[in-house]
């Protein structure tokens, strides 16, 4: 695995994991890296200092896989930088199995209630909002902007989590 420093076209930065060095390049040219605040596609790589093992490093890194870490951040909170030294992955625990459950159960529903209306979202809602086509229930993709401005028109939209295996 290895962990990227990433900056969006806003100047968002935040850290990601990838499986090989090649995946992000592949992930973000399928449009499947994305900006955790403000949703844009457009990340790059930022500039990283490489990180060189040394005895002393590691003697530091072993004592630190012994100190409890802090439980998982919410949502609402804003990022935090990542810390000097890499730290140990832990497994998903249940609060957040749970989370994606639910996130799995509401991505069934609304896939049930809802007609799939692709790329064209933005203009199927604003075409209802507008009296043009008959309301329906829809989902699709917008851009954070699009969904932004529809939002600013006083047309409901509610952006869905995608599930971290989904963007794999």
């Known amino acids: 695995m290895i962990k990227y420093s990433l ?6 930065e935040f850290d990601s994991w990838f499986p090989n060095s090649d995946a992000f390049d592949k992930q973000a040219k399928r449009g499947l890296v994305e900006c955790p605040q403000c949703g844009s596609q457009k990340v790059s790589k930022a500039l990283m200092a490489p990180s060189v093992s040394t005895s002393k490093r590691r003697a530091r890194n072993t004592l630190i896989e012994h100190i409890p870490q802090p439980a998982p951040a919410s949502a609402a909170t804003p990022p ?7 730290q140990p992955v832990a497994l998903l625990d249940d609060q957040q199995q749970q989370m994606r459950a639910a996130i799995r159960e509401l991505h069934q529903k609304i896939a049930e209630n809802t007609v799939d209306v692709g790329k064209s ?5 604003r075409k209802m909002h507008d009296g043009e086509k008959p309301q329906r229930a829809i989902r699709g993709e917008a851009t954070f902007a699009e969904a932004k401005e529809l ?3 006083g047309i409901p939209v509610l952006p869905i989590p995608s599930l971290p295996e989904d963007r794999n």
């Open 121 to 125: 979202f933005s203009d199927e809602a």
């Open 151 to 153: 939002w600013e028109d």
């Open 80 to 86: 935090v930088p990542a810390p000097a030294v890499q």
């Open 7 to 12: 900056v969006c076209d806003n100047a968002h």
